[in-house]
Nanobody, 120 residues
């Protein structure tokens, strides 16, 4: 079983920065894709950024150039550096990990969500 613990959310003014982190713990064998999703009130959940095991990345057009996703495989951790935050970035951010764990087939794991609020 794999558990994801998110941290780094909070309240920030427009133009500010936040760094989210998500650490996978448990009987992890191999982690494949790692990603950040977000869901704003009244909106559909959307993919914000993804980093594959090979290092390739994908970003939503709305955050490209402002957000950077990275992973530290030695720590089983994925990060999301968010710069020049805008009000539209306000949402609950969820970490995603696709992984193999001891005693389990490949599965999708989700973090508990962390609130990011961008407001003056």
């Amino acid at each position: 079983h794999v558990q994801l613990v998110e941290s780094g959310g909070g309240l920030v003014q427009p133009g500010g920065s936040l760094r989210l982190s998500c650490a996978a713990s448990g009987t992890v064998i191999t982690i494949y894709n790692m990603a950040w999703y977000r869901r704003a009130p009244g909106k559909q959940r959307e993919l914000v950024a993804l980093v594959a095991r090979g290092g390739s990345t994908d970003y939503a057009d709305s955050v490209k150039g402002r957000f950077t996703i990275s992973r530290d495989d030695a720590k089983n951790t994925v990060y999301l550096q968010m710069n020049n935050l805008k009000s539209d970035d306000t949402a609950v951010y969820y970490c995603y990990v696709g992984a193999h764990a001891i005693g389990a087939v490949f599965a999708n794991y989700w973090g508990q969500g962390t609130q990011v609020t961008v407001s003056s």
